[in-house]
């Protein structure tokens, strides 16, 4: 009988040895996104070094994950590499915020104008009890819990028009905006005015009044013009100061209910 080793195993060797590579892309997307989290959020400000040994070890990996996410933040421009001084979270740019604001209200826009024609009686039913809990957040002085309603009032509208895979899209869009946005709800009265704009919204989705909610949304959404001024004065340590980086000089086209001061 022929005894000689069979082919099997070293056949199927190559796939034994790729096997770690998903793993280690998951502890890598894992490190990514908590990482980018705390970026959005400002648990780890503007200017920040960046250590591949400390976020290591508070992470428990090791630091080829760490190094290959810093990668990938600094393809996002949310960290910078300065050669002899280490890594940095980026300060944030004006000029990417508004690239980010353009992409986010073109998605958002044309979404809601779908929802205007197929939402039902539920997603305006979930949309007001968002309403009611951004209301009790704002009561209790909680901006953290407000932006995660925030984004889950936005999430929710883009559900409504069917187009639910879009919202990856603009979540990746909106890194640099995100942090503007988290600068702005200290602002006076910022939060109340936040929710009358979704208010808004909410009532002409359903009455299904597309250009009165198409033009509450946008309204809305603009709200960053009106603060990027405001927020960079307060906190300039914060902003790139770059030449590229200047002051924008668009304006809102639409007013919304803002604009109250």
Known sequence: MDRRPSQTPSAASPA?????????????????????GQITSLELPP?????????ANELQVSRTPVREALILLGE?????????LGTFVS???????????????????????????RSEAQDIADLRAILDLQREACAAGDTDTFFGLDEAFHRRLMEASGHRTLWRTVTTAKAHLDRA????????????????????VVDALEVRED?????????????????????????????ATDGDDSAPVRRRVHPGVRGQG
């Open 211 to 239: 250009a009165a909610a198409v033009g509450a949304l946008r309204g809305h959404l603009q709200g960053v013009f009106d603060d990027i001024g405001t927020i960079r004065a307060r906190h300039p340590g914060l902003f």
């Open 47 to 55: 200017g920040s070094p960046l250590s591949e040994n400390e976020l």
């Open 16 to 36: 034994r040895e790729s096997a770690p590579a998903p793993a280690r892309e998951s502890v890598r997307s894992r490190v990514h996104g908590i990482l980018r």
């Open 91 to 117: 300060r944030i740019s004006v000029p990417a915020v508004m690239e980010a604001q353009f992409v986010r209200e073109a998605i958002e826009l044309a979404a809601l104008r779908e929802a205007v024609k």
């Open 76 to 84: 996002e421009a949310l960290v910078d590499v300065f050669p002899k």
């Open 181 to 200: 946005r988290r600068l702005s709800l200290p602002l006076p009265h910022r939060v109340e005015t936040l929710i009358e704009e979704h208010a808004a």
